[in-house]
T-cell receptor, first 116, second 117 residues
Framework: GAVVSQHPSRVICKSGTSVKIECRSLDFQATTMFWYRQFPKQSLMLMATSNEGSKATYEQGVEKDKFLINHASLTLSTLTVTSAHPEDSSFYIC????????????FGPGTRLTVL | KQEVTQIPAALSVPEGENLVLNCSFTDSAIYNLQWFRQDPGKGLTSLLLIQSSQREQTSGRLNASLDKSSGRSTLYIAASQPGDSATYLCAGGAVLGGRTNAGKSTFGDGTTLTVKP
């Protein structure tokens, strides 16, 4: 149980295009989902916290207009990188937690984004 | 603000050796502490989770301990194997108020382990 999937696993795009990454909780309802970013040889940094049905809360320094997060259902959150640039190339990982009880975050496998 | 530190940043050991990876955190009000493994270019694999009310968890050759009072956690790997070579990350989970008790995690920078045959 407690499986989180991400799609796509890898994406290569041209500079200026937008890319959407999906995060799904497959066997549980996730009231809260988190999006992390990992640059090469660095650790994971939280980008934003997403609660179902409400606006995401972004960490300091993360542009909300560039990284659009939608958490429309209890099993799906999407991250859209708008007008991607090479510096956005990174490993994006989501995690999901069931609400109502203090819980563990279950992490997705990650999406590697390369912007040419 | 929670800060998580992992020492050492890199560790190389011969096969068969027992080893300890260290993780320290500044805010003792963590809800849980997780240890993850990450292979190069791959995602995270959860290894062990210790809830704040627990002191240790074991899975196979792995044992993780948690001492909230001192702000430390350790990951003990017994009889290391070349397949254990990876980066090991620890993450402290915080408690958020409001709508949900699920909190965000703060990650350390990881310890890159190399086990030589």
């Amino acid at each position: 149980g407690a499986v989180v999937s991400q799609h796509p696993s890898r994406v290569i795009c041209k500079s200026g295009t937008s890319v959407k990454i999906e995060c799904r909780s497959l066997d549980f309802q996730a009231t809260t989902m988190f999006w992390y970013r990992q640059f090469p040889k660095q650790s994971l940094m939280l980008m934003a916290t997403s609660n179902e049905g409400s606006k995401a809360t972004y960490e300091q320094g993360v542009e909300k207009d560039k990284f659009l997060i939608n958490h429309a259902s209890l099993t799906l959150s999407t991250l859209t990188v708008t007008s991607a640039h090479p510096e956005d190339s990174s490993f994006y990982i989501c995690s999901a937690a069931a609400g109502g009880r203090a819980d563990t975050q279950y992490f997705g496998p990650g999406t590697r984004l390369t912007v040419l | 603000k929670q800060e998580v530190t992992q020492i050492p940043a890199a560790l190389s050991v011969p096969e068969g050796e027992n080893l300890v990876l260290n993780c320290s955190f500044t805010d003792s009000a963590i809800y849980n502490l997780q240890w993850f493994r990450q292979d190069p270019g791959k995602g995270l694999t959860s290894l062990l989770l210790i809830q704040s009310s627990q002191r240790e968890q074991t899975s196979g050759r792995l044992n993780a301990s948690l001492d909230k009072s001192s702000g430390r956690s350790t990951l003990y790997i017994a009889a290391s194997q070349p397949g254990d070579s990876a980066t090991y990350l620890c993450a402290g989970g915080a408690v958020l108020g409001g709508r949900t008790n699920a909190g965000k995690s703060t990650f350390g920078d990881g310890t890159t382990l190399t086990v030589k045959p």
